[in-house]
């Protein structure tokens, strides 16, 4: 039973189709990452999988159930964690306070009381490095803190599969590195499915994924393990002057 399964899955804005009959699996505890230029319908499709929007045409599967029309907090509940599917965070609570939320309204909703959410809330907090800063005000957070704060809050969702959109948007390389380390370490260690955008830096993209879907117009151009999809003549078309450019920042740094 894989864990995802989409079907032909369209979105129409108006006259433009941003996902275009979309065909997708992904297996428990698989590391997939999405690329593909602006506006080519990554960010629709995370809201198509989540249930921000729902599709003009297609079926989503979670774990072979039929959750087409489920609302996105019932696909928080069985198991798609994406961190605004909660209250977008609450500026004046603190850290600590924002990621018990996820615990809270997350797959264990109804199952864990506010100590047992708290605890959790130090748990992943400890493991995205925010343990001293829990007891502030998110507000005060750095914004490279305040994704971290966001991936903690989604981790405590207890998800099965973990949509990360630009999350390490605004990083230093350095830290991306980092992240990328600490993203795998965590999808193995909780047995987590994460389908991570991974933009503009390739040396992120080939650490971090095992497979690799490139969409191009709304329509999957190639899906395909990692290297291979890289390789591919029709990805590099897409994205050519564009790896050059990014071969020289990352020489750079
Ligand atoms: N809410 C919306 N209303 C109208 N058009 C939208 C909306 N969201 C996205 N689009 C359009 O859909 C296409 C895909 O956008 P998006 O999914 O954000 O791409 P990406 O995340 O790959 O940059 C773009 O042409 C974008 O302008
Ligand atoms: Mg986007």
């Keep these: ?21 979309v065909d997708l699996v992904v297996e428990h505890g698989e590391l997939l990452g999405i690329v593909g230029p602006n506006g080519s319908g990554k960010t629709t499709l995370y809201n198509l999988i989540s249930g921000v929007y729902l599709c003009d045409e297609g079926r989503i599967f979670f774990e072979d159930e039929d959750i087409t029309d489920l609302p996105p907090y019932e696909r928080a509940h069985i198991g798609i964690g994406r961190s605004f599917q909660i209250p977008r965070p609450f500026g004046a609570a603190t850290v600590r306070e ?35 800063k829990r007891h502030k005000v998110s507000n005060s957070l750095t914004p490279v803190e305040k994704k971290l704060m966001e991936i903690a809050r989604a981790l405590a969702m207890k998800p099965k599969l973990l949509l990360m959109d630009e999350a390490m948007a605004g990083m230093n390389p350095k830290d991306i590195d980092g992240m990328v380390a600490l993203i795998k370490k965590i999808g193995e260690q909780e047995k987590i499915a994460i ?35 890289l390789n591919d003549p029709k990805v590099i078309e897409v994205y050519l002057g564009r790896l050059t450019l990014e071969d020289k920042d990352a020489q750079s740094n």
């Design 195 to 229: 389908v991570s955008m991974v933009e503009h830096i390739m040396r992120a993209l080939v650490n971090f994924a095992e497979r690799v879907m490139v969409m191009h117009q709304g329509k999957k151009l190639v899906d395909a393990p990692t290297q291979e999809a």
């Design 98 to 132: 924002n990621v018990a939320i996820g615990a809270m309204f997350g797959r264990m909703i109804g199952k864990v009381g506010e100590k047992e959410a708290l605890e959790m809330a130090d748990h992943y907090l400890s493991m995205l490095g925010l343990y001293e």
């Design 1 to 21: 039973m894989s864990l995802l399964r989409l079907q032909g899955v369209t979105k129409r804005f108006g006259g433009l189709v941003a996902v275009d009959h």
